[in-house]
């Protein structure tokens, strides 16, 4: 019965909808008609230093605090000391086959009792009203465009307000009580946690000092302090751990916290003089100045990119849980536009300059023990949050990866000589805050050796989207100590001849039940990307040419990607891929996306041989596997598959409202995205996603709506997509194809641009040869193998393109429209 009143329900608002625009001035907000329940219905704010989950109640009022450097621990290394006297005898046992001998030696020689740290929670504030709990008229809302959380009801005839935002200009966490009617408010503030602290009220100041916890046989070194100063018209008390306001009209509390943190290895900070410092700072201020301000500084950046798509007036109207509940029975070609601002929302307040990088969580976390400790993993994960980063226009929010990344390149110097004898430097598939280098976990996920190569892709990528050379030789030497990890550390494979990691896996996933191996084609792709954007940083740079060379050589003996029996690219260097396996890990696909290895010009055979094993693998996975699918259709240039895995994406959890039940749903009510459990990078991939399927520039030119679906297609646009070579792109376009782009040259040089139409504009020419700007140049990777088994490889349906380039000056804007519109 309730099945049937569902579709009536969808029946009747596709009836009633009306199409108009949504896109750059219209209304960016999650909407909700009653009060969040749990976390997962709450909504997140932050600044990068500070998150809070907001639930809006009407008795009682929760905020849940998180400090972005509250983590368990201390300094520490966790590399095994002695263990690459063990390295030669585990690389004998894998090239015999004996994978699971090798796996018991590593798990018994290449690992400590240090699995990593994990962050923790800060807390909540409660706030308990004196007017009780019924209420009418009752909203809450998130506003991504100001980045401000908002509670509204009547109770008893008078109306209430919260407004609540983490400054992006004072650092403060601030919340703004109103009433109409003066003398009507009155509450009581007060704090816990599930870790051991001691709150005082004095004044009207609440203070609480927060210890933190030992893991592992790693001692504690942090602790926090929080301090929640109340300013306000009626009458403030301090009693033990609580402060009461009465007889108000209105009231704002201002909140800060901090550690003792300094950095990875120093933890002489003075939590107390950072948090005194920001009040006294904010408090200087008048609240409507502070709003201001923080509304200026967020809208810097959340403001570079609109997008406009088909909207249904009715479901846009819609609580935003009963909306995602209602999308895939429905008519709402808009709400990925919301998830994909949701997205970029989240990444702003989640990693900022001199902050911490988003973690599993970003920056919140509830739990004392978080699933997976809420910390840093890189096998996919981390470098997954920063997929938007530049694509999106928010090259800012990269510097704290930047930053870790600068920092693991010390760290990880010692690791690569304790375990494997090699220059250069290595981190595994996880790290924390304390930049651990070593494998954690055990054998079959943690024996992998490339976790700080790809993230050091995010700086090669950085150059690439900006071609800012000063940046590049800040920091060419941790780029080049990823290449020189693989220059001493492959080893040649003793079948096949080529250099290989060994050992290894392939992400959390193995053939027969043992993961352990050598060269599987993920290690052989991140490895070829290290060489490869080393040795173009070192020419671009006029570095030594004898170690070019060097990269050269290594370069040529990579072994290259094989096409196996299914047609299918292989995971591994032997063809034991089963096409019925539907891991949530698709790591070979790496050289599709985020790398540049796989193109439909350049190599149609893996073009091909990439879609089958997308097919194989399947549309539904976990959330963040959602996002990387999403990431790889748009690759494949099909809009509409990839429209596809976004509807999985948009499947509310828990299912039907019935808590637990886990099912397909990969979002949860306030749009975080479920693994489940929570995971932030799902969110992060998806936003990346939409942005690919809209614009890429990854090989050798600038694609205009490569992969738009036929959902979006009557009418919309887009503006401030980011290109490497740093274009800025804004785009239009009616039934289903481009109708006109604006493309701001940030830095100069040619622009070559990629179109299903043609185009025309001032200065375009028809593209002759390989595009002159290096930027987007293409990867020049070997001939694929292919297998026996075979007989005829497929090859891939590629739409025809127009190819233009035009020369451009610095900041001049250029305007192209589609011929014969």
């Known amino acids: ?106 798990d018994a020689q290449f690992f400590t009792p240090h699995h990593g740290m994990r962050y923790l929670p800060l807390g909540s504030l409660r706030i308990d009203f004196a007017h009780g709990d019924k209420a009418d008229e009752y909203n809450r809302s998130l506003d991504l465009r100001t980045a401000t959380a908002t509670t509204e009801y009547v109770s008893d005839g008078v109306r209430y307000s919260r407004t609540v935002f983490t400054s992006m200009a004072d650092n403060v966490l601030v919340m703004r009580f109103e009433a109409d009617k003066a003398g009507a408010l009155s509450f009581d503030l007060s704090y816990s946690c599930p870790l051991e602290y001691k709150a005082d009220a004095a004044g009207n100041e609440l203070t609480v000092e927060c210890a933190g916890v030992g893991q592992e046989g790693i001692p504690a070194a942090l602790k926090a302090v929080a301090v929640a100063r109340v300013v306000s018209d009626g009458k403030v008390t301090a009693e033990g751990g609580r402060l009461s306001v009465k007889g108000a009209a209105t009231a704002t509390i201002y909140l800060s916290a901090a550690t003792n943190y300094v950095r990875y290895d120093d933890v002489s900070g003075d939590a107390r003089a950072k948090v005194t410092a920001a009040l006294d700072g904010a408090c200087a201020k008048e609240y409507a100045t502070l709003a201001e301000e923080h509304r200026d500084a967020y809208g810097r950046q959340f ?17 935003t849980d009963r909306r995602v509940a209602a999308f895939n029975g ?114 079959e996920t943690g024996m992998w050796p490339n976790g700080g190569a790809w993230l050091a892709q995010h700086l090669w990528q950085h150059y690439l989207f900006t071609g800012d050379k000063e940046f590049l030789r800040r920091y060419y030497p941790v780029l080049k100590g990823t290449a020189d990890f693989y220059l001493t550390a492959m080893t040649e494979h003793p079948t096949y001849g080529w250099m290989v990691t060994a050992p290894s896996v392939s992400p959390e996933h193995g053939p027969g039940g043992v993961a352990i191996t050598a060269g599987c084609t993920m290690d052989n792709q991140i490895a070829f990307d290290a060489l490869s954007s080393t040795l173009r940083a070192c020419e671009t740079l006029g570095g030594s040419r004898r170690y070019a060379d060097s990269l050269r050589r290594m370069i040529v003996r990579l072994a290259p990607m094989r096409i196996g029996r299914h047609n299918q690219l292989q995971e591994w260097i032997e063809d034991l891929d089963d096409p019925r396996d539907q891991h949530r890990h698709i790591s070979h696909l790496y050289g599709l996306y985020p790398s540049n290895q796989i193109s439909p010009y350049a190599n149609p055979l893996l073009f091909e041989a990439a879609r089958q094993t997308l097919l194989q693998r399947g549309d539904m996975a976990t959330g963040w596997s959602i996002g990387w699918k999403i990431n790889f259709w748009a690759r494949m240039q099909d809009g509409n598959h990839a429209y596809r895995i976004i509807r999985n994406m948009l499947n509310i959890l828990p299912n039907d409202g019935a808590i637990g039940s886990y099912g397909n749903g990969r979002t949860y009510p306030n749009l975080f995205c479920a693994h489940p459990p929570f995971q932030i990078d799902g969110n992060f991939g998806f936003t990346a996603g939409v942005a690919e399927m809209l614009l890429q520039s990854h090989d050798g030119a600038v694609h205009l709506l490569p992969a738009l679906p036929d959902a979006w297609g009557s009418h919309g646009s887009v503006k401030g997509l980011v290109a490497r070579g740093g274009f800025v792109v804004d785009m239009e376009w009616e039934d289903g194809s481009l109708s006109r782009a604006e493309v701001t040259s940030r830095a100069g040089g040619v622009l070559r641009l990629r179109s299903y139409v043609p185009l025309t504009g001032r200065g375009l020419k028809p593209a002759r040869g390989k595009c002159p700007n290096d930027l987007f140049a293409p990867a020049e990777v070997a001939e694929p193998l292919v297998s026996e088994e075979l007989d005829v490889p497929d090859s891939p349906s590629v739409r025809k393109v127009y190819e233009y380039d035009i020369r451009t000056k610095a900041e001049k804007r250029y305007v192209f429209e589609a011929v014969n519109r």
């Open 1 to 106: 019965m309730m099945r049937s009143l569902r579709t009536v329900g969808v029946i009747l608002l596709s009836l009633l909808a009306c199409r108009v625009t949504a896109g750059g001035t219209a209304e960016l907000k999650l909407r909700y008609s009653a009060p969040a329940a749990t976390w997962w219905e709450a909504l997140p704010l932050g600044n990068s230093h500070l998150g809070a989950m907001v639930y809006g109640g009407v008795g009682s009022e929760q905020i849940d605090l998180n400090e972005e450097t509250f983590w368990a621990g201390s300094p520490h290394n966790n590399n095994r000391a002695g263990a690459s006297r063990y390295l030669d005898e585990v690389r004998r046992l894998i090239f015999e086959g004996r994978t699971a001998d090798a796996r018991s030696l590593i």
């Open 330 to 443: 429905g008519d709402d070609p808009s709400l990925p536009a919301l998830l994909f601002q949701f997205g970029r929302y989240l990444l702003i307040c989640s990693s900022q300059p001199g902050g911490q990088p988003a973690t599993l969580q970003g920056i919140w976390n509830r739990e004392k023990n978080a699933p997976w400790d809420s910390k840093y993993t890189i096998n996919i994960n981390t470098e997954m949050n920063y997929w938007p980063a530049e694509v999106t226009n928010l090259a800012e929010t990269h510097e704290p990866l930047f930053r870790m990344v600068e920092e693991l390149s010390h760290t990880g110097q010692s690791t690569a000589r304790e375990l494997y004898g090699a220059h250069g430097w290595v981190t595994h598939h996880n790290t924390d805050l304390w930049r651990v280098t070593g494998p954690v976990d055990y054998a």
């Open 303 to 319: 403001g570079r990119v609109e997008l406009t798509l088909p909207e249904n007036a009715a479901a846009a109207a819609l609580d």
